[in-house]
């Protein structure tokens, strides 16, 4: 079973500069989430979406980021304008839905943004 | 604010040491909890998970982790850990139609 896929796996960009990351989920799950992870820090969620739809997007900056996944399988998270401290890895990870709370994530091997 | 505390920032053991990990949280009521690890260069992986039940779950590798509701812990155990062990493991927490929350992480080396 392919895994979740995300790229570039790597990005560094000046501040003020856009910049965007692509996930493709496993195939079959239906809710896929955007984190973010400074150094130092746990995975913080940005956003959860389930199939379209968006379930919480709470946490996201929604001044500068956005997400979507219009078709309801790959998502796409852009920063416009980055900041120094967007600096970190963006994390993609995808479940097989939202029935459970204790439904595993499967993660992507992330991309590291470097902000200069 | 809802949070997830790991006590060690960096453990660092000889092989065949026993291992354990502190994570506590501050959430009232049914939780989930989960133990990931990301090996160096690698994805974060699901190590264990607990959701209901025996509150002893046993994980890939050996691992093991003991829910003790009354102390809002779950802590992460190895009666004996390998070279191949150094990682970084997270805590991570879930309630009911919220957000999985994680801690920050502990660095594990381990050396031969």
């Known amino acids: 079973e392919a895994g979740v896929a995300q790229s570039p796996r790597y990005k560094i960009i000046e501040k003020r500069q856009s910049v965007a990351f692509w996930c493709n989920p496993i195939?079959?799950?239906?809710?896929l989430y955007w984190y973010q992870q400074i150094l130092g820090q746990g995975p913080k969620l940005l956003i959860q979406?389930?199939?379209?739809?968006?379930?919480?997007d709470s946490q996201l900056p929604k001044d500068r980021f956005s997400a979507e996944r219009l078709k309801g399988v790959d998502s796409t998270l852009k920063i416009q304008p980055a900041k120094l401290e967007d600096s970190a890895v963006y994390l993609c990870?995808?479940?097989?839905?939202?029935?459970?709370?204790?439904?595993?994530?499967?993660f992507g091997p992330g991309t590291r943004l470097l902000v200069l | 604010a809802q949070s997830v505390s790991q006590h060690n920032h960096h453990v660092i053991l000889s092989e065949a040491a026993s291992l354990e990990l502190g994570c506590n949280y501050s959430?009232?009521?049914?939780?989930?909890l989960f133990w990931y690890v990301q090996y160096p260069g690698q994805h974060l992986q699901l190590l264990l998970k607990?959701?209901?039940?025996?509150?002893l779950v046993k994980g890939i590798k050996g691992f093991e982790a003991e829910f003790i509701k009354s102390k809002f812990s779950f802590n992460l155990r190895k009666p004996s850990v390998q070279w191949s062990d150094t990682a970084e493991y997270f805590c991570?927490?879930?309630?009911?139609?919220?957000?999985?929350?994680f801690g920050k992480g502990t660095t594990l080396s381990v050396s031969s």
């Open positions: 195939s079959g799950h239906a809710t």
């Open positions: 607990y959701f209901s039940g025996d509150p």
């Open positions: 990870a995808s479940s097989l839905g939202e029935r459970k709370s204790g439904e595993t994530q499967y």
């Open positions: 959430y009232g009521g049914t939780v989930n």
């Open positions: 991570a927490v879930r309630r009911r139609g919220t957000a999985l929350i």
């Open positions: 979406f389930q199939n379209n739809g968006v379930v919480d």
